[in-house]
């Protein structure tokens, strides 16, 4: 079995804590890899290195900087296929989600390219009486982002090229469920041009969240994930003197109008609804058909093209829509939601709940589900599924 390991200065190190977390191949069930969990003496090592790294990289001019970044693209491009088959492999979306994923992070590298623009100053001439005034763009220092599984290459990007263009050094905790496209990113950041020390990956959970949180040297915070823990982070961090950035969970809605037409609709619900199994924070988990006769269209092209949805593992390749979810706990949880549906008076008018993939039966498969006359008193209204789950809510009039 494989053993992962953290990156921190340059060289894969091997966790010192004695814990790890399994990373499974979400398609098979099994356990793949062991990650290390890291304790606050190796968050500490990480911080340290970062810290004595970072004066000289924030020295270095903005335009060298972003020469790096687009060295970085260049191997983002060159590693497309190894990357995305990895993200598949621990995270289970198929193929082309998960080349998307690495794209969507890549064209925010590209943005970066344009820091030097970015970062100048302003200079007022004469603001006052004999006074002159002028801004500056400068560093933090070492900053840091907290990164959640269901976009293990877009999300890092999202956070560490901003910070580490503006001349920052940053420590990645990434998802200890997917965390190799995190480490295969820093090698690649360093084959770029990064010195080492500037971009540290340091896998764990609450512990070295909690060593982040608490730690004197980290500036600033960036995190995706759960509200509960978004709530925290950023009060945990802002009583800290942090800068803090939280992106909690969503229940994002669709409303479908009498005039729309209604075959782009529901195509338009498929990829949004049931894509990367429902696991987005973007993911449009309520469709709501304005009237009666609204609804009654909408569902009548939904229902055919929902009971089609393939769903498979990442190697069928462009045979499948869909893959399994990224662990049991998050399987059993949204067939729990699901149960809550039925029982709390929703009518589920596709029902996945048998669904069963031949051969890879202790897989996290999900079947898909679609619910009408849906209220907004049910749990799967009210509470984020994060799975291939379209809930339909009716609304009479548009008001």
Not at 207 to 233: C, K, M, N, R, W
Request: proline content about 6%.
């Amino acid at each position: 079995m494989q053993e992962l390991t953290h990156y921190i200065n340059g060289a894969h190190v091997k966790g010192t804590s004695g814990r790890f977390a399994d990373v499974y191949n979400p398609a098979t069930g099994e356990v793949q890899a062991k990650v290390p969990l890291a304790n606050g003496a190796e968050l500490d090592q990480a911080v340290a290195h970062a810290a004595a790294a970072q004066p000289a990289w924030a020295a270095v001019n903005p335009q060298r900087r972003a020469r790096v970044l687009m060295k970085f693209v260049d191997l983002l491009n060159r590693d497309m296929d190894k990357l995305a088959e990895a993200l598949s492999r621990e995270h289970g979306k198929t193929l082309p989600d998960a080349k998307g994923d690495v794209i969507r992070g890549l064209e925010v590298v590209e943005y970066c390219i344009g820091a030097p623009q970015l970062l100048k100053g302003e200079f007022t001439d004469s603001a006052g009486p004999g006074i002159d005034m002028y801004s500056m763009r400068q560093a933090l220092g070492v900053t840091a982002g907290i990164t959640p599984f269901n976009f293990p290459a877009m999300i890092p990007m999202w956070m560490f090229a901003p910070a580490i263009a503006c001349g920052n050094a940053f420590i990645l905790k990434p998802s200890e469920r997917d965390p190799s496209v995190p480490l295969m990113l820093a090698e690649l950041l360093e084959e770029a041009g990064l010195p080492k020390g500037i971009l540290q990956v340091v896998n764990g959970d609450k512990e070295a969240v909690d060593a982040i949180l608490h730690h004197d040297v980290v500036q600033s915070i960036g995190f995706v994930g759960s509200t509960p823990i978004a709530e925290y982070i950023y009060a945990t961090g802002c009583a800290n003197g942090k800068r803090v950035q939280c992106f909690g969970g969503a229940k994002n809605h669709m409303i479908i109008m009498p005039d729309a037409d209604m075959d782009q609709a529901a195509d338009a619900l498929m990829g949004a609804g049931y894509g990367a199994a429902g696991e987005r924070c973007m993911a449009i988990s309520v469709a709501v058909p304005v009237g009666e006769d609204t609804a009654d269209r909408l569902m009548e092209k939904l229902i055919p093209r929902v009971e089609a949805l393939k769903v498979g593992p990442y190697t069928a390749g462009n045979d499948v829509d869909y893959g399994p979810v990224v662990t049991a706990a998050a399987k059993t949880n949204i067939e729990r939601l699901v149960q809550t549906g039925i029982d709390q008076g929703a009518k589920l008018v596709v029902d996945g709940r048998d669904f069963n993939l031949q051969g890879y039966e202790d897989g996290f498969f999900v079947g898909a589900h679609l619910f009408d006359n849906v209220t907004k008193d049910m749990d799967i209204y009210k509470y984020e599924i994060f799975g291939p789950v379209l809930s339909t809510v009716r609304a009479e009039t548009y008001e």
